[in-house]
């Protein structure tokens, strides 16, 4: 259902629209409605946050929060007239799809919050997915069947360019395996920094048909 990005590199942290512009809405409503939106997205500028309003009227409510759900934006605002007449706006995760209704007098500061709070849940989530999926292997059968259970693996390596690539074409199987599953070999993704363990002497590269030490622990994953 399109992209869920992080708040911090969100070009549009918050979207803002207004709703129930109806034919048979009086216009002095209408009017109301569409000057408490830009009222309060001059709020969440004011206060540092990235906001937008959509104001265009040739598109509904729900063809809106269709685009702006694909675009990825982290919070959308939506203002009726019955949320204008109540001082509040119903507040859109898009990391989880849940809604509330926030009060607009303090709005600039519950955006904020909301925003911190997404940061740290997609990141939570995605470090428990990365720890769940990573594995540490020394065997080279056991290399080929983490990396058809779609793991991510941490293996001791030579450092060659050369081995890398037997790796590579080694690692990879037949199409036909499986439908739809990745079938290209294994690449280095990076060195980590933080190494799973401490290299000991005689640990050799995890490729069987390399003699040669290895340097440090690679990570290893397919490409999809």
Same mark, same amino acid.
């Given at each position: 259902?399109?992209?869920?990005?992080?708040?911090?590199?969100? +070009?549009?942290?918050?979207?803002?629209?207004?709703?129930?512009?109806?034919?048979?809405?009086?216009?002095?409503?209408?009017?109301?409605?569409? &000057?408490?939106?830009?009222?309060?997205?001059?709020?969440?500028?004011?206060?540092?946050?990235?906001?937008?309003? =959509?104001?265009? =009227?040739?598109? +509904?409510?729900?063809?809106?929060? /269709?685009?702006?759900?694909?675009?990825?934006?982290?919070?959308?605002?939506?203002?009726?007239?019955?949320?204008?007449?109540?001082?509040?706006?119903?507040?859109?995760?898009?990391?989880?799809?849940?809604? /509330? +209704?926030? &009060?607009?007098?303090?709005?600039?500061?519950?955006?904020?919050?909301?925003?911190?709070?997404?940061?740290?849940?997609?990141? &939570? #989530?995605? #470090?428990?997915?990365?720890?769940? /999926?990573?594995?540490?292997?020394?065997?080279?059968?056991?290399? /080929?069947?983490?990396?058809?259970?779609?793991?991510?693996?941490?293996?001791?390596?030579?450092?060659?360019?050369?081995?890398?690539?037997?790796?590579?074409?080694?690692?990879?199987?037949?199409?036909?395996?499986?439908?739809?599953?990745?079938?290209?070999?294994?690449?280095?993704?990076?060195?980590?920094? =933080?190494?799973?363990?401490?290299?000991?002497?005689?640990?050799?590269?995890?490729?069987?048909?390399?003699?040669?030490?290895? #340097?440090?622990?690679?990570?290893?994953?397919? +490409?999809?």
């Amino acid at each position: 259902q399109g992209l869920v990005l992080p708040p911090r590199i969100a +070009s549009v942290q918050a979207v803002i629209i207004p709703c129930g512009l109806t034919a048979t809405l009086p216009d002095e409503e209408k009017t109301k409605l569409l &000057n408490t939106c830009s009222a309060l997205e001059g709020k969440l500028k004011d206060a540092g946050i990235r906001a937008k309003g =959509d104001y265009r =009227d040739n598109y +509904s409510p729900g063809w809106k929060f /269709n685009h702006w759900e694909l675009k990825g934006v982290p919070i959308r605002l939506e203002v009726g007239p019955r949320d204008v007449k109540a001082g509040q706006a119903v507040m859109v995760r898009r990391d989880t799809g849940e809604k /509330n +209704s926030v &009060n607009q007098a303090d709005i600039e500061d519950i955006i904020q919050e909301t925003l911190e709070r997404i940061h740290h849940d997609m990141y &939570n #989530k995605a #470090k428990k997915e990365l720890h769940a /999926n990573m594995a540490v292997t020394h065997s080279w059968s056991e290399f /080929n069947a983490l990396l058809d259970k779609q793991k991510i693996i941490q293996a001791p390596f030579c450092g060659d360019g050369t081995c890398e690539g037997k790796i590579k074409k080694d690692s990879a199987r037949d199409q036909d395996l499986e439908a739809g599953a990745p079938s290209m070999g294994a690449k280095s993704l990076c060195i980590p920094f =933080d190494q799973p363990m401490e290299l000991t002497a005689d640990t050799k590269c995890v490729y069987p048909e390399c003699d040669e030490p290895a #340097k440090y622990y690679t990570l290893f994953g397919r +490409s999809y």
